[in-house]
């Protein structure tokens, strides 16, 4: 699983992309999502933005789902097509949304009248018409975590239910605005399907309501959020997208020629990347041992930041005996653990530690605290 006679050479800790996985959930993405003729995927960049990474998604066929300018330039210099790339924020700076309409990208995910009013003027200056899809929040919750849920009715993403009607009527009155659709999304690592049916209820009922004014929509952009099993990775190393778009093929109501997007980043790198470290000590304390690693919050904030459990592997000693660690980096913070009274193969100074499931949110959010090196991160063929 991990070619771990040609890490030694390596210095860690640095991130390990097995692309035989990747390729395998694009595969899965492509032959699920193609029983729905009207399905379009577009990659969330924010989750990975490795070139190598980026590269191998566009060939797929996939579009972009970019929250930055540098984000659509990152999509565009890996191949994905500016027809097929959506870009979402909720602070798109004028240098930003220039770059949206000079490289005439399929739309812009608008988050507020004052967004708006900007993009018409900014469209206006170039002699362009700029696409718009409206982000509404339905007020849907989904069970995951408080910092990661963004449905809701009062958030700093999106616009109002009850604004709805008033901002798609100012747009088709703006000269340079061309309205496509409306865009949701409830929130990130989601395991249950419940949720995504609630949002269809909701969309459905919001169509319903707009369609009573003569107000018709071209396109339904309903997010990403499916969820991955951090818990038990090598048992679900594919997301169990066959349920996730059975979920809104059965529950949303399409309109005839109308194209549902989706924007999934965690399900399609997450189980594929793994953070690679070393051991540098154990440190033997009054009641428990402590595994400290090279690798820290500044690699994998995860941890520090939500709480977030990975599932941690000593590859150097797969089959030892288990011990119980508390497993820490080097980072000059309390909150710099990866994980208390953990369950491991027994482990020593230098050997090599694998922590799962960081294909997304990993390397993308690494930070130079502390004057550390951004982490490298290899692909699978990097080795052979």
């Excluded at 490795?50 to 191949?79: F, M, T």
């Excluded at 690592?189 to 909701?202: P, S």
């Excluded at 778009?245 to 594929?272: C, D, I, N, T």
């Excluded at 994980?339 to 491991?344: C, I, L, P, Q």
């Amino acid at each position: 699983m991990f070619p771990i006679e040609k890490f030694k050479d390596i210095e860690t800790p640095f991130y390990y992309y097995d692309t035989e996985l990747l390729r395998k959930t694009l595969d899965t993405i492509n032959s699920e999502a193609g029983k729905y003729e009207n399905f379009c995927i577009h990659y969330a960049i924010k989750a990975n933005a490795n070139p190598k990474i980026l590269r191998i998604i566009s060939e797929a066929g996939l579009g972009a789902d970019c929250v930055s300018g540098n984000e659509i330039k990152a999509a565009i210099e890996a191949g994905f097509p500016a027809e097929k790339i959506v870009y979402a924020g909720v602070a798109k700076t004028d240098k930003e949304i220039l770059l949206g309409i000079d490289n005439d990208i399929f739309c812009f995910n608008c988050e507020s009248i004052e967004e708006l009013e900007i993009i018409q003027q900014l469209a206006a200056s170039r002699g362009k018409k700029a696409r718009i899809a409206f982000r509404i929040n339905p007020d849907v919750g989904a069970h995951t975590h408080a910092n990661i849920t963004t449905g809701l009715a009062e958030n700093k993403f999106g616009i109002p239910m009850a604004d709805m009607e008033k901002v798609i009527m100012l747009a088709r009155n703006m000269t340079n605005i061309e309205f496509v659709g409306l865009h949701f999304h409830i929130g990130s690592q989601i395991l249950q399907m419940d949720d995504f049916e609630a949002l269809c209820n909701r969309v459905n009922e919001l169509q319903d309501r707009l369609e009573e004014q003569g107000i018709t929509i071209q396109n339904i952009n309903v997010g990403g959020g499916l969820g991955i099993d951090y818990e038990d990775p090598d048992s679900a190393p594919i997301p169990d997208f066959h349920a996730f778009f059975e979920a809104y093929a059965k529950r949303l109501k399409v309109r005839p020629g109308q194209k549902v997007h989706f924007e999934p980043g965690r399900s399609v790198v997450g189980q594929m990347g793994s953070l690679i470290a070393r051991t540098i000590y154990i440190k033997k304390g009054t009641n428990k041992d402590f595994c400290i690693l090279d690798a820290g919050m500044t690699e994998l904030i995860r941890p520090a930041l939500y709480g977030a459990f990975h599932s941690i592997m000593n590859i150097s000693n797969p089959d030892g005996i288990k011990k119980v660690y508390d497993v820490v980096g080097p980072i000059c913070e309390s909150s710099d653990v990866f994980a208390k009274d953990y369950s491991m193969e027994e482990t020593h100074r230098g050997d090599f530690i694998a922590i799962r499931s960081a294909g997304a949110y990993g390397e993308i959010m690494a930070s130079q605290y502390n004057c550390r090196p951004l982490p490298v991160g290899y692909i699978s063929e990097d080795f052979k």
